[in-house]
């Protein structure tokens, strides 16, 4: 019985100094600790989100917009690729109906007026 009591003063005595006011901190080792942790945390997450401003402001910097060329150049292409799709799609559903001849060749055969 006498480790175990010893046990359960040691105990006491751990806890009684850890929770004991710190001099010259003002505030016990136990919220000392939690403190600083939180204090920490709340640290790295700012440097976090600054990292990542700092990275996004970066790319920024090295964005170049398109031309205004470039704009129209792509507008065009998209243009032609919608047209021919549609006369494909056209062409396709005459050769249903019509019945007549392979679809290549209605595909690319001289547009009937």
Known sequence: M?????????NK????????????????LSNLITDKTFY?????EARSFDSIYRHLNE???HFMPPEAWSILRQAAVL???????????????NVETAGRGS???ILFAAPTP
């Open 79 to 93: 243009d032609i690729r919608l047209h021919v799709k549609k006369t494909a799609l056209e062409r396709l559903s």
């Open 13 to 28: 005595t751990f806890s009684r100094t850890f929770e004991a006011t710190v001099p010259g901190f003002g505030v016990s």
């Open 59 to 61: 790319l920024a910097d």
């Open 40 to 44: 920490f945390l709340s640290v790295l």
């Open 103 to 105: 679809a290549v060749s």
């Open 2 to 10: 006498g480790t175990g009591a010893s046990l359960a003063t040691g």
